[in-house]
T-cell receptor, first 116, second 112 residues
Framework: AQSVAQPEDQVNVAEGNPLTVKCTYS??????LFWYVQYPNRGLQFLLK????DNLVKGSYGFEAEFNKSQTSFHLKKPSALVSDSALYFC??????????????WGLGTSLAVNP | SQTIHQWPATLVQPVGSPLSLECTVE??????LYWYRQAAGRGLQLLFY??????ISSEVPQNLSASRPQDRQFILSSKKLLLSDSGFYLC???????????FGNGTRLTVT
């Protein structure tokens, strides 16, 4: 069965330190991968996506993610965390044969807390 | 640029009352439209999906229904709310292809 896992419910990091939010997936073929961020009582905002090509993808607000096919992972990273990065982060995956976002598979989210 | 509007932001309704949440998209045509519910501030559940006017796909059986009377309008409804309908409802749109979802700011529904 296709699935997405975000193994950490919560990640705590000090401001200025690098951060990593983990995501692993189980999808047949070459997947499309996405990261979204959600601030309290708001909708989700798209951060970045991987479709093909360079394994390191750069996105909004200084975030980047690395696609690792052998480890079936797509971890979100930022070199220097800001307090304003504190939010809920969602990883999502879409199988290559899925015609549209109806078949998007969501992780359960990771709450990131950046401490001043 | 494209924008998505969703209202109201919060709603408190008694059990058994009707519901109507509205979502509109501007700046694009023939979008794919989605209604999601987010429970306990975490997992997202796709409720309805629409590829065009009058074309609605229901992803899970429930007490809710959706309609798309116009190309860029998506409505979530219920005739009689249940306590279990409480949650955070999110509308989203996307284009065709590998296009990310764009979400509205959500409606926090509390059924009392």
């Amino acid at each position: 069965a296709q699935s997405v896992a975000q193994p950490e419910d919560q990640v705590n990091v000090a401001e200025g330190n690098p951060l990593t939010v983990k995501c692993t997936y189980s999808v047949s073929g070459n997947p499309y991968l996405f990261w979204y961020v959600q601030y309290p009582n708001r909708g989700l905002q798209f951060l970045l996506k991987y479709i093909t090509g360079d394994n390191l993808v750069k996105g909004s607000y200084g975030f980047e993610a690395e696609f690792n096919k052998s480890q079936t992972s797509f971890h979100l990273k930022k070199p220097s965390a800001l307090v304003s990065d504190s939010a809920l982060y969602f990883c999502a995956v879409r199988a290559p044969n899925a015609g549209n976002n109806r078949k998007l598979i969501w992780g359960l989210g990771t709450s990131l807390a950046v401490n001043p | 640029s494209q924008t998505i509007h969703q209202w109201p932001a919060t709603l408190v309704q008694p059990v058994g009352s009707p519901l109507s949440l509205e979502c509109t998209v501007e700046g694009t045509s023939n979008p794919n439209l989605y209604w999601y519910r987010q429970a306990a501030g975490r997992g997202l559940q796709l409720l309805f999906y629409s590829v065009g006017i009058g074309q609605i796909s229901s992803e899970v059986p429930q007490n809710l229904s959706a309609s798309r009377p116009q190309d860029r309008q998506f409505i979530l409804s219920s005739k009689k709310l249940l306590l279990s309908d409480s949650g955070f409802y999110l509308c989203a749109w996307s284009g065709t292809g590998v296009i990310p979802l764009h979400f509205g700011n959500g409606t926090r529904l509390t059924v009392t």
